[in-house]
């Protein structure tokens, strides 16, 4: 149980286009889902929190216009990243708080976004 | 601000051996700390999540401590295979901030010799 999962697994788009990536979870319902980008070599950084029915709220420094994320349902959350740069690219992983254990994050396959 | 350190940042020991990776937090105010598994390219996997008033937490051949007072965690992984070859990621659960955000370490790439 507890599945997340993200589609696509890896995007590549033009400079200047935008791309939206999926995240949902499978067999439960998630109020609150989190954005993360990972750099090559380099740790997790929480980019934003998103909850079911309301705005997210992002971490300082990610730009809310750039990065849009809406969380239209208990199981779906997505990301779209307006007029990608090739400083875009990156692995996107999401999460998405659990229904068990309480406050434990349940992480999906991560979207590997190029941008060319 | 919560930082989380983990060393040693590589390690590349032999199939069999019994290993440790370190994680120490700067503030000993947690909910939780949680290790984790990243093959590459891939997410995350959960191995083990210790609440804030627990001392340890086993899944097979990995134990992991938590010394909140001291701010420090450790995983131990006993006769190591090729396949435990992977990063390891420790990351917090800040007791004072809002909102279940994990602070994460920069990870400890493992990998094991056959």
């Known amino acids: 149980g507890a599945v997340v999962s993200q589609h696509p697994s890896w995007v590549i788009c033009k400079s200047g286009t935008s791309v939206k990536i999926e995240c949902r979870s499978l067999d439960f319902q998630a109020t609150t889902m989190f954005w993360y980008r990972q750099f090559p070599k380099q740790s997790l950084m929480l980019m934003a929190t998103?909850?079911?029915?309301?705005?997210?709220?992002?971490e300082q420094g990610v730009e809310k216009d750039k990065f849009l994320i809406n969380h239209a349902s208990l199981t779906l959350s997505t990301l779209t990243v307006t007029s990608a740069h090739p400083e875009d690219s990156s692995f996107y992983i999401c999460?998405?708080?659990?229904?068990?254990?309480?406050?434990?994050?349940?992480f999906g396959p991560g979207t590997r976004l190029t941008v060319t | 601000k919560q930082e989380v350190t983990q060393i040693p940042a590589a390690l590349s020991v032999p199939e069999g051996e019994n290993l440790v990776l370190n994680c120490s937090f700067t503030?000993?105010?947690?909910?939780?700390l949680q290790w984790f598994r990243q093959d590459p390219g891939k997410g995350l996997t959960s191995l083990l999540l210790i609440q804030s008033s627990q001392r340890e937490q086993t899944s097979g051949r990995l134990n992991a401590s938590l010394d909140k007072s001291s701010g420090r965690s450790t995983l131990y992984i006993a006769a190591s295979q090729p396949g435990d070859s992977a990063t390891y990621l420790c990351a917090v659960r800040p007791g004072r901030e809002y909102g279940n955000k994990l602070v994460f370490g920069a990870g400890t790439i493992l990998r094991v010799k056959s």
């Open positions: 503030d000993s105010a947690i909910y939780n």
């Open positions: 998103s909850n079911e029915g309301s705005k997210a709220t992002y």
């Open positions: 999460s998405a708080r659990g229904p068990l254990v309480a406050y434990e994050q349940y």
